[in-house]
Nanobody, 134 residues
Framework: EVKLVESGGGSVQAGGSLRLSCTAS????????MGWYRQAPGNECEMVSK???????YYADSVKGRFTISQDNAKNTVYLQMNSLKPEDTAVYYC????????????????????????????WGQGTQVTVSS
């Protein structure tokens, strides 16, 4: 069974840093696209960052220059390093993996954890809360 387990969330003051981890079991990262989504109450599901199987990266404008996505194949882990955190970064963060070219399909969805996203993207982490206070 494929499973993605997230860790590293928590509460931090504005300007601080956190590193989220997403560790996979029963799954090989090689050839897959990896992404981080987030959702705050009242907001749509937002793609924060993406690491494509060809090595390309994507960052939302709101986090560009502050967040960095990386992958350690030996540890089967994807990371999201978050620096200079702002209160508007407060959200539940989800990692996702897909090997059929549909990693972008949850963008604009009303719910990261809803059936639409879960059917279109192969694998999801359980979500981890990030809270940034001012």
């Amino acid at each position: 069974e494929v499973k993605l387990v997230e860790s590293g969330g928590g509460s931090v003051q504005a300007g601080g840093s956190l590193r989220l981890s997403c560790t996979a079991s029963g799954f090989t990262f090689d050839g897959a696209d990896m992404g981080w989504y987030r959702q705050a109450p009242g907001n749509e599901c937002e793609m924060v960052s993406k690491l494509s199987s060809d090595g390309g990266t994507y960052y939302a404008d709101s986090v560009k220059g502050r967040f960095t996505i990386s992958q350690d194949n030996a540890k089967n882990t994807v990371y999201l390093q978050m620096n200079s955190l702002k209160p508007e970064d407060t959200a539940v963060y989800y990692c996702a993996a897909d090997n059929w070219g549909y990693i972008d399909r949850c963008i604009g969805s009303s719910s990261c954890s809803g059936g639409y996203c879960r059917r279109l993207i192969n694998y999801w982490g359980q979500g981890t809360q990030v809270t940034v206070s001012s």
